[in-house]
């Protein structure tokens, strides 16, 4: 439980969760379900019972502290919106929008367990609103069967387990529910999930403990809580995007905002909070500098309705890549794109251009077993055309200009980071054959999988890298060459990238959430 990630320390127990005048019962089958027209009412029924049941959990807690356990198991159960579809939606419901999430696929039962109102309030809002539109039948909200987990009621400043001798450590796991891997699986996101005879069908990707889960994990990595990440993400694999991205966040916050959708803050690990020139400090903005940076330190770019821009280093390696992907998809960001360094496989590029990968061999194998090699990973035409505007726009190149410096073509991540020390010859295949006959141009560690894992996890991705080394060509990343590339080109990649998501975050986002990224038998969520 002690997931103290960089942070370190201990901290007070919780207090008690004002419950309010609609909190109802805990244990499944005390509350009655309620039926909801409303998305308002339907969320405002939700947030009750999650609060009811972590202060239930919290006064147990603090019982057993104090040497007074209860006696008895105390237990409470995630939220659970449920859906009974008569039919498909009518034409006239989709046919302003066209969208690819807000509709389940047939008649019958369908439902999903929610957790963290307070963090998913906006997104659970429009899933019930698309769900009463397009369905037109009511919402039923009540306790589900899924305990919640203790140890993911806290947050990152509740370290009670440093208070407790092995006695109370024992009572504690037999009093309290923990958390079971087995009850949070990707089989939905995989498409391999089959309801049992009576069971509901799901209407969300993820379940309320994979969710759980995930927001853990993303504390511990990234050295920020998941409330300050941002709807459009860029991951990159070198620590000299975080110094650019830094120092052009800073030059902002110097400046008082002039417009409502202007950034309002900046957020570092450690949940350190620079405020725009002007603004009055917020409650919660006390955060501190971690004692180590997190393996994968996040920083944000903060836009009152969550719009604004995250970016994550994830360090070098496809590992890493599905890690961190796998976390982040549970937050339903618009897009994430992948901007890093490559290596160049034709003679005709040249050190600093980019690549703008319209397809991908996928070398990493950290997904083969939810997403089989086979399964092609398309280029989205939306994140492809904005990717190819901010460039011609940061680099003011059109035509055979723009064409020069920007290649498009397939890019190749590989699990090796010695590949081209490998045979180039001989009976077997090698890797400079097999980069040939897929027609790539250039490859990496991480960016198939964090497509791929995009592809998988129904999150919108794109992918521009900048050549920075030639090895089939002699031009290897030695550091002279390599840091005289960094000073001339990270400034101008990363500018890019910002530009592209700013893009993207102008369009319509159910035109941004493709239906090539839908399956036959899709959830209705998000």
């Known amino acids: 439980m002690n997931d103290s990630g960089p942070e370190g320390g201990a901290g007070p ?10 909190s109802v019962a805990v244990a499944a089958g005390e509350a009655a379900q309620t039926s909801h027209v409303s998305a308002e009412s339907a969320l405002a029924h939700v947030q009750a019972l999650y609060a009811d049941g972590v202060a239930r959990l919290h006064e147990a807690l603090r019982d057993t502290v104090r040497g007074a356990p209860p006696g008895r198991r105390v237990r409470a159960f995630y939220p659970r919106v449920r859906l009974e579809a008569q039919g498909h939606p009518s034409p006239e419901a989709l046919a302003d929008s066209l969208p690819s999430y807000g509709f389940v696929s047939g008649p019958g039962t369908f439902e999903a367990t929610l957790t963290r109102p307070d963090l998913f309030a906006d997104y659970y809002r429009e899933q019930f609103e698309l769900l009463l539109r397009n369905h037109g039948a009511p919402l039923q909200v009540g306790p589900s069967e899924v305990p919640i987990a ?15 001798d092995a006695a109370a450590r024992r009572e504690l796991l037999a009093g309290f529910d923990m958390p079971d891997l087995s009850a949070m699986d990707d ?22 403990p994979r969710v759980d889960y995930s927001l853990q994990r993303l504390r511990h990595y990234t050295g920020c809580s998941a409330e300050h990440f941002q709807n459009f993400v860029l991951f990159t694999n070198y620590g000299f995007y975080v110094d650019e991205f830094l120092r052009m966040a800073h030059e902002m916050m110097r400046e008082p905002a002039l417009h409502a959708q202007d950034y309002v803050a900046l957020v570092e690990p450690g949940n350190v909070i620079t405020r725009r020139a002007g603004s009055a400090p917020q409650p919660g903005d006390a955060g501190m500098p971690p004692a180590r940076m997190p393996q994968m330190p996040a920083y944000h770019l903060v836009r009152g309705d969550r719009s604004g821009i995250t970016l994550v280093n994830i360090g070098v390696g496809p590992s890493n890549a599905r890690t961190i992907t796998d976390h982040v998809a549970v937050l339903r960001p618009h897009t994430w794109l992948m901007l890093g360094h490559c290596a160049g496989l034709r003679s005709s590029q040249q050190l600093g251009d980019y690549v703008l990968a319209h397809g991908y061999v996928r070398e990493d194998h950290v997904l083969d077993e939810d997403l089989p090699p086979w399964v092609p990973i398309p280029a989205l035409a939306e ?4 990717l190819q505007q901010a460039v011609a726009e940061v680099t003011r190149l059109q035509g055979l200009e723009l064409k020069r410096v920007m290649r498009t073509g397939t890019v190749a991540t590989t699990d090796n980071r010695h590949w081209e020390l490998q045979p180039f010859g001989g009976p077997l295949s090698t890797p400079r054959l097999r980069f040939s006959q897929s027609r790539a141009i250039a490859l ?7 497509a791929a894992n995009g592809f998988r996890l129904r999150v919108p991705y794109g992918t521009l890298l900048c050549v920075s080394d030639k090895p089939l060509h002699g031009d290897l990343k030695l550091p002279g060459m390599a840091d005289r590339f960094y000073r001339e080109r990270v400034g101008q990649h990363l500018r890019i990238g910002l530009r592209a998501l700013e893009i993207l975050r102008g369009q319509r986002m159910e035109r941004l959430h493709s239906r090539k990224l839908r399956s036959f038998d899709e959830v209705a969520f998000q």
């Open 187 to 208: 089989g939905i996101a995989n498409g391999t999930f089959s309801p049992a005879p009576g069971q509901a069908r799901p209407l969300a990707l993820f379940n309320a």
């Open 444 to 450: 990496d560690m991480e960016s198939a999988t964090i």
């Open 13 to 22: 127990l919780p207090q008690a969760v004002p419950l309010g005048a609609a």
């Open 383 to 386: 994140v492809q055309v904005a």
């Open 150 to 164: 203790l140890p993911f009621t806290f947050d990152e400043h509740t370290r009670f387990e440093a208070e407790l």
